[in-house]
């Protein structure tokens, strides 16, 4: 059974930073393309980026809103994701998920909220 | 970027009721679309990929139709628990898109 867990979340002053991470489980992590996405409370869905496979040179794709300061990395051996957010803005609230949308295949954790507010 | 256009972004339905929510793309994204249920406080669940593949698990009440720009979502006869809300998402090309959502209310 595939399984994502993140964690990480909490509250940040705006400008600030915070890493969430994924671990995920019950597929082979390697293999797989992962994605970041965001719901802002009582928003739709917003996604952030994207990490492909070591087979695709772990390259990134990323939203605009977040370019140039949000960073995605894996760690193969590990089976997790991460997220680097800096220059956090109020805007970035929301809770974040850790997914699986490669090919339309639908995997998504259960999310972990960021705050940023002074 | 694709911007994905769902309608209508709520309405109210009885159970029993078939109901059609639409996506439109804009621009062709051929058939690469997905659609996924939200209940309050969970993460969004997978119905449909491939504009008309019924992902595993998934009741058959639920269909998926269109390709290009257009794209419904159908649900054949609505049961209490498909009361959520509903987005359309692309997969074609980055950045990946999704519709705004629509909430189906009980009447």
């Known amino acids: 059974e595939v399984q994502l867990v993140e964690s990480g979340g909490g509250l940040v002053q705006p400008g600030g930073s915070l890493r969430l991470s994924c671990a995920a489980s019950g597929f082979t992590f390697s293999d797989h393309y992962m994605d970041w996405v965001r719901q802002a409370p009582g928003k739709g869905l917003e996604w952030v980026g994207r990490?492909?496979?070591?087979?695709?040179?772990?390259?990134?794709e990323y939203a605009a809103s977040v370019k140039g300061r949000f960073t995605i990395s894996r760690d193969d051996s590990k089976n997790s994701l991460y997220l680097q957010m800096n220059s956090l803005k109020t805007e970035d609230t929301a809770v974040y998920y850790c997914?699986?949308?490669?090919?339309?295949?639908?995997?998504w954790g259960q999310g972990t909220l960021v705050t940023v507010s002074s | 970027a694709i911007r994905m256009t769902q309608s209508p972004s709520s309405f109210s339905a009885s159970t029993g009721d078939r109901v059609t929510i639409t996506c439109r793309a804009s621009q062709g994204i051929s058939s690469y679309l997905a659609w996924y249920q939200q209940k309050p406080g969970k993460a969004p669940k997978l119905l449909i990929y491939?504009?008309?593949t019924l992902q595993s698990g998934v009741p058959s009440r639920f269909s998926g139709s269109g390709s290009g720009t257009d794209f419904t979502l159908t649900i054949s006869c609505l049961q209490s628990e498909d009361f959520a809300t509903y987005y359309c998402?692309?997969?074609?090309?980055?950045?990946?898109?999704f519709g705004q959502g629509t909430k189906v209310e009980i009447k």
């Open positions: 997914a699986r949308l490669q090919g339309g295949s639908g995997y």
């Open positions: 990490t492909r496979n070591k087979a695709n040179s772990y390259t990134t």
């Open positions: 491939a504009a008309s």
């Open positions: 998402q692309q997969y074609y090309s980055y950045p990946l898109t």
